[in-house]
Structure formats: C-alpha cells, structure tokens
Nanobody, 123 residues
Framework: QVQLVESGGGLVQAGGSLSLSCAAPGRIFSSHVMEWFRQAPGKEREFVAGISWSGNNLYYVDSVKGRFTISRDNAKNTVYLQMNNLKPEDTAVYYC????????????????WGKGTLVTVSS
C-alpha cells in the first residue's frame, strides 16, 4: 500500500512559522500532483495547496495565499509546505495527498494519503 509520510508539525505561536514535509514513493511522486489538505477539529477536510508534477503550477486556497508556499524537490521525492504568519485558525491536522490528474479540491478525489501531522497555533 502506498504510503505518504508527513513530518514537521508542532506548536507555534501566532505569527510564527512552520515547515511541513511529505515524502512519497518515487513512482508516485514523479507523475502525480501533490497537494496539502487540512482538517480542523469539528470541521471537514479542506484543500490548502497543490503543485503540479513539474512544479510550474501552484494552487492555494484564498485563506493561505501570501502566507503559505508549496514546493517540491523531485530529486528527494518530497513536497514541502512553508507556513508563515500562522494564525490560530490554521490549527489543524495537515495531510499530504497525491492524485494523477489534478489539481483536485475534493478529498474524495485524491488517490493517496498520508496519516497527517498536527499543527497547533496558539494565540
């Protein structure tokens, strides 16, 4: 079973920064659109950011534009999410996901998932 592995979550104060990483098997990473979703307590999972396999096309939900940056290192089969100026409302479990044809905005459309990493932003 394909496993995506996230890392980098933690506790940070509002206004601070965190960087998330997601490692994927090479055969998936080299051909799939990589995306980040998040799920806050009591809320549905939502799209956060996505990047095409080439890295040339980037996608963000409006609430993180200008604060979050998605990138990928194809040599390391890793996608990153740099999160700056974090707000308490960014608190959530962040999931890495992959899809062959994307981007996709709906969680059910994604083919592969990681187990998630918790980001907590204190006020």
């Amino acid at each position: 079973q394909v496993q995506l592995v996230e890392s980098g979550g933690g506790l940070v104060q509002a206004g601070g920064s965190l960087s998330l990483s997601c490692a994927a098997p090479g055969r998936i990473f080299s051909s799939h659109v990589m995306e980040w979703f998040r799920q806050a307590p009591g809320k549905e999972r939502e799209f956060v950011a996505g990047i095409s396999w080439s890295g040339n096309n980037l996608y963000y939900v409006d609430s993180v534009k200008g604060r979050f940056t998605i990138s990928r290192d194809n040599a390391k089969n890793t996608v990153y999410l740099q999160m700056n100026n974090l707000k308490p409302e960014d608190t959530a479990v962040y999931y890495c996901a992959a899809v062959l044809h994307g981007p996709r905005w709906v969680p059910n459309d994604m083919a592969y998932w990681g187990k998630g990493t918790l980001v907590t932003v204190s006020s």
